[in-house]
């Protein structure tokens, strides 16, 4: 069974919203920012040298030149992406979740019980002290 699994849980309009910043915050810092660089950079070398200035989408294009060239030069030992299915649980396992799902369930149903009759029995143990307090003060 695997242990580490960590859910993100986008609810309602407020996840929605969040994930929408968090994903135009990865774009402009991983591909807006960079594509600009590069056009600055290439515009300024265009002042020195024959070539011609460039806008904002072919510095774009160039960014994406050279971060696809650095993934193909670079040495596969160094850098490996993997994309792999997760693993599925087995029947045994997916048993012993639903074991311990029903335990669990019938657990919060017992203390909820245990609660809801504790609470009268304070409340009368309470009153025959408070009844056993006025006696003896009498």
């Not at 993934?71 to 792999?84: E, G, T, W, Y």
């Not at 979740?97 to 609470?119: G, P, T």
């Amino acid at each position: 069974m695997r242990r580490k699994t960590r859910i993100i849980q986008i609810s309602g309009l407020r996840g929605i919203l969040m994930m929408l910043f968090i994903a135009s915050c990865l774009a402009a810092g991983f591909i807006a920012f960079p594509a600009f660089v590069a056009m600055h950079i290439w515009n300024w070398a265009a002042a020195y040298a024959a070539i011609p200035a460039i806008n904002i989408y072919q510095g774009l294009m160039l960014w994406a030149i050279v971060a696809i060239s650095g993934f193909i030069i670079n040495d596969r030992k160094k850098f490996l992406v993997a994309f792999k299915a997760p693993d599925r649980l087995t029947d045994d396992e997916m048993k012993k979740v639903l074991e311990r799902v029903k335990l669990h369930s019938q657990a919060q149903a017992l203390n909820s019980m245990i609660l809801k009759s504790a609470k009268p029995i304070e409340k009368e143990n309470k009153t025959e002290d408070s009844s056993e307090n006025k006696k003896e003060n009498v």
